[in-house]
Nanobody
Framework: QVQLVESGGGSVQHGRSLRLYCAAS?????????MSWYRQVPGQQRELVAT???????TYLESVKGRFTMATDNAENTGYLQMNDLKSEDTAVYYC???????????WGQGTQVIVSS
């Protein structure tokens, strides 16, 4: 059973930075095709923020391009989301998710809250 634990969230002022962490257990590294970060604001749908695949290729939500950077440590089954120049609209609960080569998504973790104050 794959389990994901997100951490690193907090409350910061706009313009500051945070690094989020995603620790995966129960998943063989070779079975993972990609890792993604999502975020959700209460009352709104969860949106895809960033994805990194096995080749290291990354894609980002347009509004975070140039500010957020995603990376993984495959040896540790850990993912990171470096968030710089945070804006109030980045306030959300952030979740990570794995996708296998066969297209199966992992269960959601508990998420980590990010609050950006202006």
């Amino acid at each position: 059973q794959v389990q994901l634990v997100e951490s690193g969230g907090g409350s910061v002022q706009h313009g500051r930075s945070l690094r989020l962490y995603c620790a995966a257990s129960g998943a063989a590294g070779s079975a993972i095709y990609s890792m993604s970060w999502y975020r959700q604001v209460p009352g709104q749908q969860r949106e895809l923020v960033a994805t990194i695949d096995k080749t290291g290729a990354t894609t980002y939500l347009e509004s975070v391009k140039g500010r957020f950077t995603m990376a993984t440590d495959n040896a540790e089954n850990t993912g990171y989301l470096q968030m710089n120049d945070l804006k109030s609209e980045d306030t959300a609960v952030y979740y990570c998710r794995l996708r296998s080569w066969s297209g199966v998504d992992s269960p959601w973790g508990q998420g980590t809250q990010v609050i950006v104050s202006s």
